[in-house]
């Protein structure tokens, strides 16, 4: 009898820790706490920046915040359904760390297709708050203002990691490259012929773009490279090398510079400091504040402008307006 009950309480401890630790939350999630730091939890309408890694429970990862090497921040909605991953981080604080296994076919999401290509029961969150700004009372300016500050902050500590991320990235990918005045990073990686495009030249360009130390590129321009990628090719894009007047802040300044040391027939790798790229303003959601880029681009044809083509005839000055007189 007594040999029974044991087994009955072993029963039940198992249970409430659903396996490996992890207990039973609303709407079939589960989760495992591992790092608990007081304070208080996470509200909707307060402004967090987590680290987050989702993957599927086959492993398969389908985001994954530490390979910017940045966390993602936001304002915390309100959650969608019963069980979802607002409602697990409700449940964490400033400097918490847990894993959320949120379930797929939760009753409470009825209505709502399940994601395409995931198999399994759950998408398995793994989270670290890194900040959180509680918006209580706050007035909305005030709030506004501790979000930038924060932003502040997290961008010069970014850019002063910058430099010593670039030669890390280059030592690790042995790369031979030519640093130039502004901050350029770049290697030949196959000699053209003729002479470089001069600014207002038109150049054709093939390109691949990605974030320092993440292999996935952001976008592409090369139809094999972009099919590697189901979720991010376009069977109606065209995959044509792109035109446009060089030197002329049509694009980046990484660009402008780097493409006006290009031949006709080369290719070359652009390693642009965020100062040369999109800066702290970033280009979201693809590129974040204070991005390092790395660019593969390919000069296929450098086009002269036509001497004989018509000038652009000047405005006439208007003159200008009589300034009122004093009285």
């Given at each position: ?48 920046s987590?680290n ?127 640093k ?7 290697v ?9 495009p ?14 320092l ?32 007047p ?60 036509n ?21």
């Amino acid at each position: 009898m007594k040999k029974n009950l044991m087994y009955l309480a072993v029963a039940a401890i198992a249970l409430t820790s659903c396996g490996g630790g992890f207990k039973q939350g609303p709407g079939g999630m589960l989760y495992n706490i591992h790092e608990d730091k007081s304070g208080p939890t996470i509200k909707e309408g307060d402004f967090i920046s987590v680290n987050l890694i989702a993957k599927t429970e086959g492993d398969s990862v389908l985001t994954n915040s530490y390979t910017t090497g940045r966390p993602i921040p936001t304002i915390t909605p309100k959650s969608q359904f019963k069980g979802d991953v607002i409602a697990a981080l409700q449940m964490l604080s400033e400097g918490d760390s847990a894993t959320v296994k949120v379930n797929i076919d939760s009753t409470s999401r009825k209505g709502q297709p399940r994601p395409p290509g995931i198999k399994g029961k759950y998408i398995v969150f793994q989270i670290k708050v890194e900040k959180v700004i509680p918006k209580g009372n706050l007035a909305q300016d005030v709030f506004q203002n501790r979000i930038a500050d924060y932003f502040k902050g997290v961008g010069e500590q970014l850019k002063k990691a910058e430099p010593g991320k670039i030669q890390k990235y280059i030592a690790d990918n042995n790369l031979k490259t030519t640093k130039t005045a502004s901050g350029l990073n770049y290697v030949i990686t196959k000699q053209g012929s003729g002479p470089t495009p001069a600014v207002g030249d038109t150049v054709e360009v093939y390109y691949t773009g990605h974030l320092l130390g993440v292999e996935k590129p952001f976008e592409t321009n090369v139809k094999e490279i972009a099919m590697k990628d189901k979720a991010t090719y376009n069977p109606m894009n065209p995959y044509k090398p792109i035109r446009f007047p060089v030197g002329m802040k049509q694009v980046i300044p990484g660009w402008d510079e780097g493409l006006l040391l290009m031949n006709k027939g080369s290719k070359a790798t652009l390693i642009i400091p965020n100062n040369l790229g999109y800066g702290e303003q970033g280009m979201n959601p693809v590129i974040p504040p204070f991005s390092t880029l790395v660019f593969d681009v390919e000069m296929v044809n450098i086009i002269k402008p036509n001497p004989n083509a018509p000038k652009p005839v000047a405005p006439a000055l208007q003159p200008q307006a009589q300034a009122p007189t004093k009285k």
